[in-house]
């Protein structure tokens, strides 16, 4: 048996049906999917029942934070349309059996502040509080990520992301690393995991070049080494999008064949092999 | 040696920097500023010429202070990164070669190379890898255009940095040695001992710069998406990555 549950990010499965995806990411041996968060586009009930069908799980919720969703925007419309969306996102969480919803304090792709950064950070702390309250009556956590330079002035490591989390003093969740940013922003990828420490509750898992493990140059034995060392308990999930500053306007155009059957398959067996490689066959 | 970014060139009087330059007992390498004004593939002919004028400008401030190289990612403005057809694509391509050809001549004339540098996706569309670049390199064909190669853009596109080096091989003209966050050599995760046999390998005997950026300098802080401190300070961040690369190089 695996040490870790795999999941895989339906996010790069951009344009297909669900059930194909579902289907897909059961027959290559994971555990669970993790699911794209866009509630109100999304039919909860049919997608509880195809999981539940296909004996696996859905592991976590992959949140978008559009420029609209910004929960430290100064305008107070948005903030409330962004808190409402983490709501959504918990609730849709709920119905489908999903314990852990990405959460971030602001936009991805917004390169600076639009307004006083103490001030950003206050919105930002109350919102997630409130959205971590919510979240946390319907046994749903929050993890908040950590994004590379090129995609927030903000959280860029993870020791950012646990002071902030500190600082929104939820009692259930914590914050999340992916691999693919940290190979940008973290002195040691490993170490930064063990700093986190219990507060790590989900991980995004991408080569260097944001593909499957075994295609970039990431040493995954000390990741996993790490992991096993702080008793990781959460999924491990592979979050792969193409090579571009618009991953999603690559995807739109057809070009991410490859991270279909080929690299969900790779990913889990390369990870599997690193598993046992570092921590033994386990019966 | 001091690599100076000829971002605005009015304001380099070359006579300054290379009295100052031999007063401090240094050489002088300059590296180009491609912003979208001065971008040689871009759809509109005045656009290019502007950047082949800025390119002849380099080349002969490069020439007067004894720059061996002009280097930059020269091929497109810094920051354009758009989903092209392959047909616009290949256009985007000509236009480069057609670009940096003549700007190649030019700069041969006068003893000068062009190094042009691959960055990462996030940076530009055209060219992320080594591979690509050496393939615009071979395009151009000229003796005196090669390349600039970063490890901290390598970290993010390359599979493999140290073979990625050795692809570039007798092309490369000018390296930035730079940690996975732009922090100071040595302090983060880069495969320095990788980095170093593989330029041994191709017996890389040009200059070594340590390229990094302040969050205090607001307007490149924000082309590089530099927003905290990565290291205590621009003189910690030199001396200790001069002794490290040192260490690393020299045994």
């Not at chain 1, 306007?249 to 490859?258: C, Y």
């Not at chain 1, 690193?274 to 019966?283: C, F, M, P, S």
Request: hydrophobic share 40%.
């Amino acid at each position: 048996m695996d040490r870790f549950r795999y999941s895989y990010d339906a996010l790069v499965y951009y344009g297909e049906d669900i059930s194909a995806s579902i289907d897909r990411v059961a027959r290559l041996g994971y555990d669970a999917i993790e699911l794209v968060g866009e509630p109100a586009e999304q039919d909860a009930k049919a997608i509880r029942r195809q999981v539940d069908d296909a004996g696996i799980a859905v592991s976590s919720i992959c949140s978008v934070y559009t420029a609209e969703r910004d929960l430290a925007h100064p305008d107070e419309q948005v903030r409330r349309r962004a808190l409402d969306y983490v709501k959504a996102v918990a609730d849709f969480a709920a119905e489908v059996g999903c314990p852990t919803i990405i959460a971030a304090p602001t936009a991805c792709m917004k390169l600076k502040p639009l307004a006083d950064r103490e001030q950003e950070r206050q919105w930002a702390v109350e919102g997630l509080r409130a959205a971590g309250e919510y979240a946390a009556e319907r046994d749903v956590n929050l993890t908040l990520e950590c994004w590379n330079r090129y995609e927030t002035y903000w959280l860029n490591r993870l020791d950012q992301g646990v002071e902030l989390w500190n600082e929104v003093g939820l009692e259930r969740g914590g914050v999340m690393g992916d691999t693919f940013h940290m190979n940008i922003e973290e002195d040691s990828i490993a170490e930064a995991i063990r700093r986190t420490g219990p507060l790590l509750n989900h991980v995004h898992i991408a080569d260097s070049n944001r593909a499957a493990p075994g295609t970039g140059h990431t040493d995954f034995a000390p990741v996993v080494q790490a992991l096993a060392d702080i008793d990781y308990a959460g999924y491990v999930t592979f979050e792969l999008l193409p090579p571009s500053a618009d991953p999603f306007g690559v995807m739109a155009a057809g070009g991410h064949e490859a991270f279909f059957d080929r690299y969900t398959e790779q990913a889990i067996s390369t990870m599997r092999h690193v598993e046992a490689d570092v921590l033994g066959a386990r019966a | 040696m001091l690599e100076i970014c000829l971002e605005d060139p009015a304001l380099v009087t070359v006579d300054a920097v290379r009295a100052a330059a031999t007063e401090a007992g240094t050489e002088i390498s300059v590296c180009g500023a491609f912003g979208p004004d001065r971008d040689v593939s871009h759809e509109d002919p005045d656009v290019r010429r502007a950047a082949g004028e800025y390119l002849r400008t380099c080349v002969d401030i490069a020439a007067a202070v004894g720059s061996e190289n002009v280097s930059g990612p020269m091929y497109s403005a810094t920051g354009k990164t758009r989903l092209l057809s392959d047909d616009e694509r290949a256009r985007q391509w000509g236009w480069a070669v057609e670009g940096l050809s003549a700007a190649g001549d030019y700069a041969a004339e006068r003893g000068v190379g062009l190094a042009i540098e691959p960055l990462n996706r996030y940076e530009t569309d055209l060219v992320n890898t080594n591979e690509q670049a050496v393939r615009l390199c071979r395009d151009i064909g000229r003796d005196n255009v090669g390349l600039l190669i970063d490890t901290f853009h390598m970290n993010i596109e390359e599979k493999d940095i140290g073979a990625a080096i050795r692809e570039a091989g007798g092309f490369v003209r000018n390296l930035h040695a730079c940690e996975n966050d732009r922090g100071t050599p040595g302090s983060g995760h880069v495969e320095w001992d990788a980095v170093a046999a593989a330029l041994s390998d191709i017996d890389y005997d040009g200059l070594v710069v340590i390229e990094s950026f302040t969050p205090e300098i607001k307007e490149i802080a924000r082309a590089v998406s530099l927003w905290r401190p990565v290291a205590p300070s621009s003189d910690a961040l030199a001396g200790d990555g001069i002794r490290f690369l040192e260490r690393l190089l020299r045994s």
